[in-house]
């Protein structure tokens, strides 16, 4: 077995390191070598710049969406065009998010954002069946 020469892998001293990472400067060997974007990163760096990063703007912007759907109902007694499009938003959205989140692509800390506007997306969307049924079917009081 060779020894490398030059810089080795913090994990595995019998590989030549080929990155640093961005955040620990340790050096990494390409199996220890985690891309964010074009950015390696050893997994240990990974795993709290997950757990520290901030929530995806989209499901920020859902999760707004969704509040204002709420508000917005009772004022848009006429036709509840807002709260079918931020239950819309949230039902898909939410989910997704969720699933970027489980494959290691999302911040931890969106994890309880997707939920609730998976929630209130559901929430705004059945308001908005109502309202149609009532209107259009004559159900209800």
């Known amino acids: 077995m060779r020894t490398p020469v030059g810089a080795v892998c913090a994990t595995h001293p019998d590989e030549a390191a080929v990155a640093t990472c961005a955040r620990c400067g340790g050096f990494l060997c390409g199996d220890c070598t985690e891309l964010a974007g074009e950015t390696p990163y050893c997994a240990p760096c990974v795993a709290v710049l997950r757990r520290e990063a901030r929530p ?24 509840p065009l807002p709260t079918l499009v931020a239950g819309l938003a949230g039902v898909v959205l939410g989910p997704r998010e969720l699933r970027r989140i ?37 159900f209800g009081p």
């Open 56 to 79: 995806s703007r989209v499901i920020q912007v859902a999760l707004g969406l969704n509040v204002a759907g709420l508000v917005c109902l009772p004022c848009s007694l006429a036709l």
């Open 102 to 138: 489980a494959r290691g692509e999302g911040a931890e800390r969106g994890r309880t954002l997707a939920r609730v506007t998976t929630g209130l997306g559901w929430v705004n969307l059945g308001l908005a069946s109502a309202w149609l049924a009532v209107v259009f079917w004559g």
